[in-house]
């Protein structure tokens, strides 16, 4: 949230780069980490007031459409850090597995992360015979490790387990946004006889 009030003012002055030279006075939110400084002393050639944009990380100084620019682009590049800093799973990679002779499929996920996490996987198969929801499951991940879990399946669900051509495992972190889910496809393994 806090990274977000520069890219707020960046788009805000954005809109305003097409108005004219006047001074240009922008409001300041309560308890935001970046401070909005426009002095009268600092104008420039054109009879506009230079305005900084200051966050904790360095300054952003906005002069003439060109820096507003400078600084939109700035703001991108930041704002795609803070994507990134969201998403607690960095990298999975998903097995399954049926086992016809316990009435089983075997699922096994290994995964590596920033930071141990709880998760909500879904697991679902697919083929000619149908579609076959496995199930879902809650979990805590470690920073990396394998994540095993096995569903108990009827005849009739493993009929369809046997006839699936490929799986399909969402993985997400909780309370991460919606594009940090990993969609882990692939096909299952073909059972021993």
């Known amino acids: 949230m806090r990274k977000l009030l520069p890219l707020s003012l960046v788009v805000l002055l954005l809109s305003l780069s097409a108005a004219s030279a006047q001074a240009l006075t922008l409001p300041v939110v309560p308890g935001a980490l970046a ?10 050639e054109a009879g506009g007031e230079e305005i900084e944009v200051e966050d904790e990380e360095g300054a952003c100084v906005v002069e003439d459409e060109e ?21 607690v799973v960095e990298d999975a990679s998903a097995k399954l597995a049926p086992h016809p002779g316990s009435d089983t499929v075997e699922l096994a ?19 000619p ?24 399946l009827g005849e009739k669900a493993m009929d369809r387990a046997l006839g ?9 972190a909780v309370n991460t946004p919606r594009f940090c889910r990993l969609d882990l ?9």
Do not use: M, W
């Open 35 to 44: 401070t909005i400084s426009s002095e009268e002393g600092d104008e420039d």
């Open 67 to 87: 820096d507003v620019q400078l600084c939109a682009e700035i703001a991108a590049e930041e704002r795609e850090l803070v994507e990134a800093e969201e998403c």
């Open 109 to 127: 996920i290994r995964y590596e992360s920033l930071a141990p996490a709880a998760v909500q996987i879904e697991a679902r198969l697919r083929g």
């Open 129 to 152: 015979k149908g579609k076959l929801r496995l199930g879902a499951d809650r979990a805590h991940l470690r920073r990396a490790g394998v994540y095993r879990k096995s569903f108990v």
């Open 164 to 172: 699936a051509r490929q799986f399909e495992v969402e993985l997400q």
């Open 185 to 193: 496809n692939g096909a299952p393994r073909r059972p021993k006889h």
